[in-house]
């Protein structure tokens, strides 16, 4: 069974970046599609980004799309979000997930296994 962990969350400005880690242990996740969710207070867990098993399939939610960039590297068992342009919007808890198969979906019911989240704030 696949565990996740997230990290590389914190508090910046507006403007500024943050590059999130999502490390998988017990167990390979490269042949897993990935994604990345954000929940803000009061508000429903969505969809950030996702990433085929390969790295050659990547979508992003229009909120993000142009500022956020995710990546993988199957080396290091650990999937990125690079986050720039950060606006106070996206001030959430973001999760990092798991999907069998290996095509990515922004649909987190395909997700099997979650991290447990890491906090993002970002200040104006």
């Known amino acids: 069974q696949v565990q996740l962990a997230e990290s590389g969350g914190g508090l910046v400005q507006a403007g500024g970046s943050l590059r999130l880690s999502c490390a998988a242990s017990?167990?390979?996740?490269?042949?897993?599609?990935m994604g990345w969710f954000r929940q803000a207070p009061g508000k429903e867990r969505e969809f950030v980004a996702t990433?085929?098993?390969?790295?050659?399939?990547?979508y992003y939610a229009d909120s993000v799309q142009g500022r956020f960039s995710i990546s993988r590297d199957k080396a290091k068992n650990t999937v990125y979000l690079q986050m720039d342009s950060l606006k106070p919007e996206d001030t959430a808890v973001y999760y990092c997930?798991?999907?069998?198969?290996?095509?990515?979906?922004?649909?987190?019911?395909?997700?099997?296994?979650w991290g447990q989240g890491t906090q993002v704030t970002v200040s104006s």
């Open positions: 997930a798991a999907k069998p198969g290996r095509w990515s979906s922004s649909d987190m019911d395909e997700y099997d296994y």
């Open positions: 017990r167990g390979t996740i490269s042949t897993y599609a």
């Open positions: 990433i085929n098993w390969s790295g050659g399939s990547i």
